[in-house]
């Protein structure tokens, strides 16, 4: 295997009203505290006129203590310009948790990811609607909590998972085919820190049973899309989507067997895209410097 | 160049209730008579219990005449197991008329495909609704006729074009970005026989400027479907799909631009498999026997 | 999820000389003996002169028992037209063995697929020459086997394996990523029955290392090929292969990274046509009735 | 159709060795001046230690005159830094010859592309060894030239044909298709201003007929390369590679047809990236800035 040598860098993610010297002033201000610039990405959405930028330096020798980049970059720059931005460091993983029903395939893929380092992320927690999955999550030797879910208890149940997601300090959640709408109180407290993996290219077939649909269509490709959530079912920003092909031959049972495929490909590409913090949400739609 | 003889061939598209024996029955009658079968496809539709089938065969030796097989085949296998078919010869090129508006790529590609002999088909009519690309159509020598819709003349100038159609045994039509909506009487003209190209991976973005709201929604993949036209818009049976990855940075002209070629290559695609007979529509689905 | 009725049907692939009436002599065989025939593809390649075909029949009614199919079929058919053929029965699941070294990817995608039901197979026994990947094999319940092999012992060793391979009945070998070069003497045991992924889109980059011979040359495209083993290394007849896009951001270790989500859907593509009987070998290609 | 205001830009491309600071001295130069960056893009390779940069800026208001940039440029940054760079502006069209023999798919597309303005090129000329494309330069009303090449004449032909490129003023030379190797001396006057299509997805059957090689092989994927032409054959920077899916049905005249769709957009898509400034070559490797 090849050896990376672990990276000890910080990140920051931006965006602001477009104009002149932003780059400038943001480079400067790395570059002047003895930063080296690895990687730069920006981006300006000329219809809105937002300037969205994605840095990272090396710490090596940074003048500014880690703990007070945030402040000094507050004060210096991103007040002058009017910036929302947030800054991460990738000597600290993300902590994710997953949310599961009774089908496996996402589930797997990304625990073997998981298992054999692919990610620098924590797992410190599975939780599910039913108890399907449980041996999965013990041959990973992850913690599993069972939720069932019921129209009486569904908001008790969900604070319950939102007090077990902040006492394990989770900084974001996967539904990974998690068969339940997860309410707008829930949502909120995890802005753009929720993502869902839903069984269509959306816009097309949204809601329950899309695999059905497109057989009933007739459509000659299948897709799957990744996204995170927002209290509009199935509209939130769209992280990453693929599809495959299908022939009149594939009846129903072969759409999701193939959509399968699909479906965990997508789903790991966001999670690898958000813990690498390559994602910037704005107006319900997802830049991904990539 | 590769040189290919010339097929001399007979072609059979059936389908009928699914029973033992069909495909028997069938291979039977062209063997008994002479026949060498050169290629069949067959599917069955469990759901709705539906046999397809599409069977080619050399014609040189087979005992009935060209004129006398499909009054045979009808007599002695259609009636018994009530068949909708369709018998084609290799040696006679349909003949295909072209609609456009102002948008050139779809008519270059199909005029060039023609033009080097790619397709076993005629092209003796192209048909607008403006005059803009009657250049186009002149390099290439083809007549061009155009037709100036408005919503007073629209069902006179769609009868002078039917008449049209008719005088030039036109046998199908493609509909190559033509930005006009066909009445369902012209549809009715030609059932199945009118190929359209749209611009998006349907159903997603049916109806008009289906790139503006892809970019809008923020999606990471964009398409093109191809479908024969039916009276209910951007919802007949698809032929064809294909899509191509876009990101934050295209802005809509870029989406415009991308999604050309996937058009164009989704649009030939489409007229292949109906010039070399592979398509067969039931339920509003088309089986392609690519 | 979707019940599917477990099948009872019978399988022929065969090749042999073309000439007229293939089509209706092997039909009429399964039809006389009221046999359903459920799909039928066939092939003829003209370059050779070969036709090629896969039929499946439900076995409900059939006139001839089970075990006698075979005999009556080779001396009625196969004979008359020099066939060479096979049969199989979709009651009785293939048994394969996986081997593997270090890496995980391929192992825990199969592993997944099976034990969430996707294939019809059994899993008896994994294979490998180093012990990394027991954890994983322990995990799913599968008996592991440990080979370590140097270049005094290999001959001994595989020996050994065989034997072992013998002894649980198994039907084919999956190697997934295992990186040791098998014998001609085992390949000769298993012909057309030992199943490879190379991680490069062959003919390109064969041997070691391909990622960093792709790096090295810069293309834009790195890919995956799962083909059977034969003595010609990484020259066997291809059953699959799938390609993923890359930059120039891309070093090596990305690469690599990308490559493992090509390798695990090509090779779990190859098994699943090997399993349903799909695949037929002819002149060191593959023909895939998919 | 899109209105896309005519942009005033200039976009430089550079590389050097990496060091700290580089994009804080190249953005201040250009801020300094009162330049608006709309787009900036950058790459290190880490093993090699090169630092790249494409960056592009508005020149309404900049206060350095336009033929004085690249001077000052050079003396105050590049200099300093050791750089390899070049200056374009975006008022001026890069000026394109095209080479052709006798396959016109590639023309085609190239050609109407830029008819329909799609591209910001000029057309002065099309030189081929063949007068069988004549009538399709003549549709487009551009002058076509014929160098019939021989063993014997082809020194002599080539310095006419280097002659007239020189008299046109051509920026760059696009080998649709031309069956014809090109000589070094040649070569050497174009440096990564030649671009060629290969009709394989190299490093995958170089050289002549890699269809009939792909068909031997028994490949399941075919493609295409775009690259800049070097003096050793087919081995040149790639820009860009695609693939399309063949089966054990096509026969090698079909992957003749598939491959062309492919060919056509993969030279298409490296015209577009070399119009747009957006690539460089180093160490045999194109970075693409797309």
Same mark, same amino acid.
């Given at each position: 295997?090849?050896?990376?040598?672990?990276?000890?860098?910080?990140?920051?993610?931006?965006?602001?009203?477009?104009? /002149?010297?932003?780059?400038?002033?943001?480079?400067?201000?790395?570059?002047?505290?003895?930063?080296?610039?690895?990687?730069?990405? @920006?981006?300006?959405?000329? %219809?809105?006129?937002?300037?969205?930028? #994605?840095?990272?330096?090396?710490?090596?020798?940074?003048?500014?203590?880690?703990? /007070?980049?945030? %402040?000094?970059?507050?004060?210096?720059?991103?007040?002058?310009?009017?910036?929302?931005?947030? &800054?991460?460091?990738?000597?600290?993983?993300?902590?994710?948790?997953?949310?599961?029903?009774?089908?496996?395939?996402?589930?797997?893929? &990304?625990?073997? #990811? =998981?298992? *054999?380092?692919?990610?620098?992320? @924590? &797992?410190?927690?599975?939780?599910?609607?039913?108890?399907?999955?449980?041996?999965?999550?013990?041959?990973?030797?992850?913690?599993?909590?069972?939720?069932?879910?019921?129209?009486?208890?569904? *908001? %008790?149940?969900?604070? !319950?998972?939102?007090?077990?997601? /902040?006492?394990?300090?989770? +900084?974001?959640?996967?539904?990974?085919?998690?068969?339940?709408?997860? *309410?707008?109180?829930?949502?909120?407290?995890?802005?753009? $820190?929720? &993502?869902?993996? =839903?069984?269509?290219?959306?816009?097309?077939?949204?809601?329950?049973?899309?695999?059905? +649909?497109?057989?009933?269509?007739?459509? !000659?490709?299948?897709?799957?899309?990744?996204?995170?959530?927002?209290?509009?079912?199935?509209?939130?920003?769209?992280?990453?989507?693929?599809?495959?092909?299908?022939?009149?031959?594939?009846?129903?049972?072969?759409?999701?067997?193939?959509?399968?495929?699909?479906?965990?490909?997508?789903?790991? $590409?966001?999670?690898?895209? =958000?813990?690498?913090?390559?994602?910037?949400?704005?107006?319900?739609?997802?830049?991904?410097?990539?």
């Amino acid at each position: 295997m090849i050896k990376i040598e672990p990276k000890d860098t910080a990140i920051l993610l931006m965006h602001c009203p477009d104009r /002149k010297g932003l780059v400038v002033h943001v480079t400067e201000f790395i570059d002047n505290n003895n930063g080296n610039i690895i990687s730069l990405d @920006e981006h300006v959405d000329r %219809e809105e006129g937002i300037f969205f930028m #994605r840095i990272e330096w090396e710490l090596g020798g940074f003048l500014i203590p880690r703990d /007070k980049i945030g %402040e000094f970059f507050g004060t210096q720059i991103a007040a002058k310009f009017n910036m929302t931005w947030n &800054i991460y460091f990738t000597n600290i993983k993300p902590r994710m948790a997953i949310f599961v029903s009774k089908m496996s395939h996402c589930l797997y893929d &990304i625990l073997a #990811r =998981h298992h *054999s380092g692919e990610w620098e992320v @924590e &797992i410190p927690l599975i939780i599910s609607n039913h108890s399907n999955l449980e041996p999965v999550a013990k041959k990973f030797n992850i913690p599993f909590e069972e939720f069932p879910i019921s129209k009486d208890n569904k *908001s %008790e149940q969900e604070k !319950k998972e939102i007090a077990l997601l /902040k006492k394990h300090k989770i +900084s974001f959640v996967v539904l990974a085919r998690y068969m339940q709408i997860i *309410s707008d109180d829930f949502i909120r407290q995890f802005p753009n $820190k929720i &993502i869902n993996i =839903h069984h269509s290219f959306l816009p097309a077939f949204p809601g329950a049973k899309p695999y059905h +649909s497109a057989y009933q269509r007739g459509v !000659k490709i299948i897709g799957a899309t990744s996204h995170y959530v927002t209290a509009d079912l199935d509209a939130g920003p769209i992280i990453d989507q693929a599809v495959t092909r299908i022939t009149h031959r594939d009846p129903v049972e072969n759409l999701v067997m193939k959509g399968r495929d699909v479906e965990k490909l997508v789903l790991s $590409k966001a999670i690898l895209m =958000h813990i690498q913090r390559r994602t910037l949400v704005y107006n319900n739609r997802t830049i991904v410097f990539a």
